[in-house]
């Protein structure tokens, strides 16, 4: 299928190894923010989400980490597995519905 | 039905011809929406439905882009006289809720243009 993840910041790790992915957004005024998962071929997929009043949020295997005063947020993957091989984004949401993606960032699993 | 269905899956235009790509929400979502994405870019936002009203159009780059909803279910995203900066991944999304963010969207798997 056809790549989305030409000319991105790479990420690679060894499987079983933490991932992390760093972003940062543009936006003071945001409170809400996502990260999605995206493979070749396919839409967004939601991993986790984040609202302003919080600095952290855990999931199965996924924390994301807020820093609003550097306007900073990470998104850790524990215990990495070639399934998660992909290109990762950040978005952040306000007042209006739409959403202010990331470049994106792909994280290559080596077996 | 179970996910956001989008269509054409790869749509071949010649530069100057008029296309028209499909969305099918998820069956009683208020919310649709249309973003366009670039070859290793992330997904920037064209516009937003709410059912059957076009609330926010200011992401479609030029008159050439039309987008409609008019019974508040299916979305068609019209584009005339397509050109070479054209060529994009449209991905349409829908979610539960009628404003804010307190119900995730979902996205389909998009329609590749490609304009030659």
């Keep these: 299928g056809e790549s989305v993840g030409l000319h991105l910041p790479t990420l690679s790790v060894q499987e079983g190894d933490n ?4 972003c940062a957004y543009s936006n003071s005024a945001s409170d809400y923010f996502i990260w999605y998962k995206q493979e070749s071929g396919k ?43 992909a290109v990762y984004f950040c978005a952040e949401g306000g007042a209006t519905n739409k959403l202010i993606f990331g470049t994106g960032t792909l994280l290559a699993v080596q077996p | 039905g179970a996910g956001v269905s989008q269509s054409p899956r790869y749509k071949v235009a010649k530069r100057g011809q008029d296309v028209a790509l499909r969305c099918d929400p998820i069956s009683g979502h208020v919310s649709l929406f249309w973003y366009q994405q670039a070859l290793g870019q992330g997904p920037e936002f064209l516009t937003y439905f709410q059912n059957e009203a076009q609330l926010d159009k200011s992401g479609l780059p030029s008159d050439r882009f039309f987008a409609e909803r008019p019974e508040g279910s299916v979305s068609t ?7 070479q ?19 995730g969207y979902t996205f389909g798997s998009g329609t590749r243009l490609t304009v030659v």
């Design chain 1, 43 to 85: 839409g967004p997929q939601f991993i986790i989400d984040i609202r302003s009043n919080m600095d952290k949020r855990q999931g199965q295997r996924v924390t994301v980490l807020l820093n609003k005063t550097v306007k900073h947020l990470s998104l850790q993957i524990a215990a990495t597995q070639p399934g998660d091989s």
């Design chain 2, 85 to 103: 900066e054209d060529s994009a991944v449209y991905l349409c999304a829908s979610s539960q809720g009628g404003t804010g963010f307190s119900y």
């Design chain 2, 77 to 83: 995203l019209k584009i005339q006289r397509t050109q």
């Design chain 1, 19 to 22: 991932s992390i992915i760093n």
